[in-house]
């Protein structure tokens, strides 16, 4: 994949599964073994993915490297929605998100959207009548270790 966009060990989740099978058909295109090419010096282990995944060309744990427009933050989204509709759609997307915790975990920009996630919410702010300026406070393009 050609891309400019840099990579370094802390982008990539402690728990996502990396791959160091070189000789693999789809080594190019997974996002596995581009992860197993990004290790911090110090790391020793982790998990990985083993030959066994592996059946010629097919591989049970392939991902494809993926680039995404993820985003943060909930300033804007919020900037013209009614007091009555307040509320109910921050209850709505902390409950979709996993709490209280998570949803100001991406409103600061801790954690990123990902375009599905931002479908998600717009969607919603669509079911309750608004269209315009529906945008997210940030976007940051960089590969997709969040989707697994």
Known sequence: ??????????????????CFQSDCPKADTC???????????EQICGPAVYPAARTGSRCQMYKQTRVIHAAYGFKT???????????PLRDRIKAYLGGNTAYYRYHHGERLLTPEQQCWIINLFHAYGYNDNLRFDGYRDLYDFISI
């Open 1 to 18: 994949m050609d891309t400019n966009i840099p990579l370094t060990p802390d982008q990539i989740p402690p728990s996502f599964h990396r």
């Open 31 to 41: 996002a596995r073994f581009l992860a197993g090419q990004h290790l911090r010096e």
């Open 77 to 87: 989204i919020f900037a013209e929605v009614k007091r009555k509709d307040d509320t």
